[in-house]
């Protein structure tokens, strides 16, 4: 599996890329090279160009759904099936995610959540007798039509 990894300005994006080589390494599977990319579908599109070129290529993760929307670009303009020759997944869960074509798996992230929880932390830095702010969701995979089963590299 490949990644095509948002620009690294954040320690989210750090801990993206980390979460794929531990996964990568738990399961005994080559690291590939990380591919930077972008935040937009422009981006992933130009970025992912020669990675689905190549048929050895079976999976690519998008640090987002933005991403991975131009990754289904071109996959179909080289020729590839998402999912029968490619898989393809992204992350946050970005609304036009359900309705690409194929619908695209992703890591859905509680961002209202993140953002109740760090409010909660500045209102008790600024006040602290104020509650304790509520935990937010666990990121959760939302599978959907962009990816299959794993099969072995063609070519």
């Given at each position: 599996?490949?990644?095509?990894a948002?620009?690294?300005?954040?320690?989210?994006?750090?801990q993206?890329?980390?979460?794929?080589?531990?996964a990568?390494?738990?399961?005994?599977?080559?690291e590939?090279?990380?591919?930077?990319?972008?935040?937009?579908?422009?981006?992933?599109?130009?970025?992912?160009?020669?990675l689905?070129?190549n048929?050895?290529v079976?999976?690519?993760?998008?640090?987002?759904?933005?991403?991975?929307?131009?990754?289904?670009?071109?996959?179909?303009?080289?020729?590839r099936?998402?999912?029968?020759?490619l898989?393809?997944?992204?992350?946050d869960d970005v609304?036009?995610?359900?309705?690409?074509?194929?619908?695209l798996?992703?890591?859905?992230l509680?961002f209202?959540g993140?953002?109740?929880?760090?409010?909660?932390?500045?209102?008790?830095l600024?006040?602290?007798?104020?509650?304790?702010?509520?935990?937010?969701?666990?990121?959760?995979?939302?599978?959907?039509?962009?990816?299959?089963?794993?099969?072995?590299?063609?070519?």
């Amino acid at each position: 599996m490949h990644y095509l990894a948002l620009p690294s300005s954040t320690a989210d994006v750090a801990q993206r890329t980390q979460g794929w080589l531990d996964a990568l390494r738990a399961a005994g599977a080559p690291e590939p090279p990380v591919v930077e990319g972008g935040w937009t579908p422009r981006t992933g599109y130009l970025a992912a160009r020669g990675l689905v070129a190549n048929p050895s290529v079976t999976a690519v993760l998008c640090g987002n759904g933005d991403v991975a929307a131009g990754v289904l670009r071109a996959a179909r303009e080289a020729g590839r099936h998402v999912p029968g020759d490619l898989s393809v997944a992204g992350f946050d869960d970005v609304p036009v995610a359900a309705f690409l074509a194929p619908a695209l798996t992703t890591v859905r992230l509680d961002f209202e959540g993140l953002g109740r929880t760090y409010f909660g932390l500045l209102h008790r830095l600024l006040d602290p007798a104020a509650p304790a702010p509520g935990p937010c969701d666990e990121p959760a995979l939302i599978v959907r039509e962009s990816t299959g089963p794993w099969r072995a590299a063609r070519g």
